[in-house]
């Protein structure tokens, strides 16, 4: 009997969710879907020490997020889930939290991928109208 595993978080469908530990401080690129969707995670720090990150499109179905200060022994990541796209008619979210074992080299990344909602394909009547 074939029994897929099915992960929701309230109406949210989990795509996917794991762990990955960084090689050498080395970028984590997830892909995923058809057509392929990548994203490439970046972890830096800079003189600011304030928390935050940037996104780039890199097109392609490519997007390279660069993490600046939130990869440390506290941990740092999303507050929500964040909308990066839209997978197989729906809105595609993604979460993560990234730690640093004191003075090394190595990121531990905790990532989900969300679907939800349904994307709009035209504004109804109602929508319109004002």
């Given at each position: 009997m074939?029994?897929?595993?099915?992960?929701?978080?309230?109406?949210?469908?989990?795509?996917?969710?794991?762990?990955?530990v960084?090689?050498?401080?080395?970028?984590?690129?997830?892909?995923?879907?058809?057509?392929?969707?990548?994203?490439?995670?970046?972890?830096?720090?800079?003189?600011?020490?304030?928390?935050?990150?940037?996104?780039?499109?890199?097109?392609?179905?490519?997007?390279k997020?660069?993490?600046?200060?939130t990869?440390?022994?506290?941990?740092?990541?999303?507050?929500a889930?964040?909308?990066i796209?839209?997978?197989?008619?729906?809105?595609?979210?993604?979460?993560?939290?990234?730690?640093?074992?004191?003075?090394?080299?190595?990121?531990?990344?905790?990532?989900?991928?969300?679907?939800?909602?349904?994307?709009?394909?035209?504004?109804?009547?109602?929508?319109?109208?004002?």
């Amino acid at each position: 009997m074939n029994n897929p595993l099915k992960i929701t978080s309230g109406e949210a469908e989990v795509y996917v969710s794991g762990s990955v530990v960084s090689y050498d401080e080395k970028p984590i690129t997830i892909e995923f879907g058809s057509p392929p969707l990548k994203l490439i995670l970046e972890f830096q720090n800079d003189n600011s020490g304030k928390a935050h990150f940037k996104a780039e499109d890199l097109g392609i179905n490519t997007v390279k997020f660069t993490f600046l200060n939130t990869a440390n022994v506290l941990g740092g990541g999303t507050t929500a889930p964040m909308r990066i796209g839209e997978l197989d008619g729906k809105n595609l979210f993604f979460s993560f939290r990234a730690y640093r074992l004191n003075d090394t080299n190595q990121i531990t990344l905790i990532y989900t991928l969300f679907k939800h909602g349904l994307v709009p394909t035209s504004l109804s009547p109602a929508a319109v109208e004002k």
